[in-house]
């Protein structure tokens, strides 16, 4: 039994893949003279494997979102090709004896070692490509090398050091029931996406990869972040009882897609969906969202090879809103850097504190001609809404005072002027920022005459707030949003915006966790913003819920003075309210 951070409520019991095993037992077997030339065989069986992956997974993602999120596959299946780099692992497995495993850790190694020297962002972006084509070989090293061994059919658990975000695609059409990972916590990427596709999952489970191997029985419990492998047959029984309870809540629940959102007393909520790209829209409709609350662009950015065009990123602002649910599309500009790079961006040398520095809206306001281009390409998107009925809002990430503020009011007004003057069709829409620094909260109050509407995004404020890194799992313990400082602020700001009548919504992971839903609740908040997979039971709460409960449970839960404290007295309300909700609780 292993103890990780909680990221994705439920409970899973699968067999496990394991994502990274070439790396944490790297082979140290030296191969004999006669096994020299099945070695180099293997190798080209796994590299033809994968180059053939490779372009099955380029044609599927161009088909479903397009050739500029494809292209990356492109660039990896070029890598594969690489004489240079196929060269290096042929040289070693033929003249040092290594094993094609040994081989390309190697080959890791070394890359990862020069490219870093360099201080080339560029070329350290390079080594996590390459290190997505070499786990692609050990996998299928893995298949060729035990042929009875079952790819990758469900139902599944992930076990892996970190999800990649090509792992992510690939994971499209395999059932994976489970997430597990070694490093990560609360809000990064394999959390966001076990979230958003409502399977349990653990993160930050230290050394997992080395008590786990493919095949393994593995159980998630991803309300108290327990991971058990192999467990006995008494436990198994238990925690596949569970299991069945968790998938038939999530049934239940998401047959009330088309019940109305409301309180218990009949006050109506807003519950958006939080999305990373076209593929996630089908959540989206599926579980009831009545619109997009946050579309994070990020990801468009990440997973394309250079920056994307201005009619690129129409053309998938395009299908996001062609496809999201209701008719309120919040698009964000890119919230990049901190521990997201993206090297033609000029990224170039590491900073001493990435998520203090020069990220966000910071680093496009030294980017104006590609920031503008972003802004360009949102306000053309929101002309082709508005044909089809709906409302596109644009969001600016990690605002910190007044003065970005009128910078971006500023720049939205030019890029209107340009497109005017090129005879685009386009529309200004409502400007709002991403209350996610505590500067900007505290100073609300100045900032309020400049935006339009505001979104809390509370997975920042709080690490900011707390001063705890969100994806550190050593100080997890205080980056805590039920803690008594947030809540603090969090009240503070919902009264203020609500005091000058401007919309705010909180789109951090907080609103689709059932405490923080009361408590936001009771401080008067009515739009949420989450992933998909939690809208159904946040909408199950809320029609258990007056508006007056929700207020007394916050006036109570403020009088306490450790998150302990508040965490259990919420826990219990949550449990008296709608008591089938524990399995979505989270300890
Ligand atoms: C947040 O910070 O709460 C948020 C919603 O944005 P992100 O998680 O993308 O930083
Ligand atoms: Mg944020």
């Known amino acids: 039994m292993k103890k990780g951070i909680a990221v994705s409520p439920g409970v899973a019991v699968g067999t496990a893949y394991c994502m990274l095993e070439i790396f944490v037992n790297p082979d140290r077997k030296r191969l004999a003279d006669r096994e020299v030339t099945a070695e180099l065989a293997r190798f080209e069986t796994a590299r033809d494997a994968v180059a053939l992956d490779l372009r099955a997974l380029r044609m599927k993602v161009e088909h479903q979102l397009g050739p500029s999120e494809a292209a990356i596959f492109g660039v990896h299946e070029a890598m594969l090709r690489d004489s240079a780099f196929t060269g290096k692992v042929r040289n070693w497995i033929a003249n040092d004896r290594l094993t094609v495993s040994a081989a390309l850790h190697r080959l890791l190694q070394e890359y990862t070692r020069l490219f870093s020297e360099t201080g080339d962002a560029y070329l350290q972006e390079r080594v996590a490509d390459l290190r997505d084509v070499v786990i692609r070989l050990g996998d299928r090293l893995s298949d060729v090398a035990n042929p009875e061994q079952p790819a990758m059919h469900g139902p599944i658990i992930i076990v892996a050091d970190e999800l990649l975000p090509s792992h992510v695609v690939a994971l499209d059409d395999v059932n994976v029931i489970g997430i597990v990972t070694q490093r990560g916590s609360q809000t990064s990427h394999a959390a966001i996406i076990a979230r958003s596709r409502g399977i349990p999952a653990v993160s930050g489970v230290e050394h997992l990869l080395r008590q786990v191997k493919t095949g393994d029985t593995v159980v998630i419990d991803g309300r108290d972040g327990i991971v058990t492998v192999n467990p006995d047959p008494e436990a198994l029984s ?39 790209g076209p593929l996630d829209l089908p959540a989206a409709q599926n579980m009831g969202a009545a619109g997009i609350g946050l579309y994070r662009t990020e990801y468009l950015y990440l997973t394309h090879p250079d920056i994307p065009s201005e009619d690129e990123q129409l053309a998938t602002y395009e299908r996001i809103i062609q496809g999201s649910p209701g008719t309120s599309i919040t698009i964000r500009t890119l919230d990049i850097g901190g521990d997201k790079t993206v090297p033609y961006l000029g990224h170039q040398h590491q900073e001493a504190n990435p998520f203090m520095g020069w990220r966000s809206i910071r680093l496009s306001f030294e980017h104006p001609e590609f920031f503008i281009t972003q802004v360009r390409a949102i306000l053309r998107a929101a002309h082709f809404a508005q044909t089809l009925g709906k409302q596109v809002r644009i969001l600016f990430p990690m605002i910190t005072n007044l003065e970005e503020m009128r910078r971006v009011r500023g720049m939205v007004g030019r890029a209107g002027k340009q497109l005017k003057a090129e005879g685009h069709a386009y529309l200004l829409t409502p400007i709002g920022m991403m209350l996610e620094v505590p500067a900007a909260a505290v100073s609300i109050r100045l900032l309020l005459g400049s935006v339009d509407f505001v979104s809390i995004g509370s997975n920042d404020l709080v690490q900011y707030l707390m001063a705890a890194d969100r994806d550190n799992p050593k100080v997890s313990h205080l980056c805590q949003p039920l803690s008594p400082p947030v809540l603090f602020v969090l009240r503070d700001v919902i009264a203020a915006c609500r005091a000058a009548g401007k919309p705010i919504t909180l789109c951090g992971e907080l609103a689709g966790q059932p405490r923080g839903f009361v408590v936001l609740l009771g401080m008067g908040l009515t739009s949420f913003s989450m992933s998909p997979a939690f809208i159904p039971s946040i909408k199950e709460l809320a029609c258990h819920l007056t508006m007056e409960k929700a207020t007394a449970v916050l006036d109570r839960a403020m009088k306490f003075n450790t998150t302990a404290q508040i965490k259990r007295y919420l826990s219990r309300q949550v449990a008296e309210v709608a008591p089938n909700l524990s399995l979505m609780d989270q300890a």
């Open 238 to 276: 238990a925690y596949l009882k569970l299991e069945r309870e968790f998938v038939h809540l999530k049934d239940e629940l998401a047959a009330n897609r088309d019940m109305p959102a409301q309180t218990a007393d009949g006050h109506p909520l807003q519950l958006l969906a939080n999305v990373n």
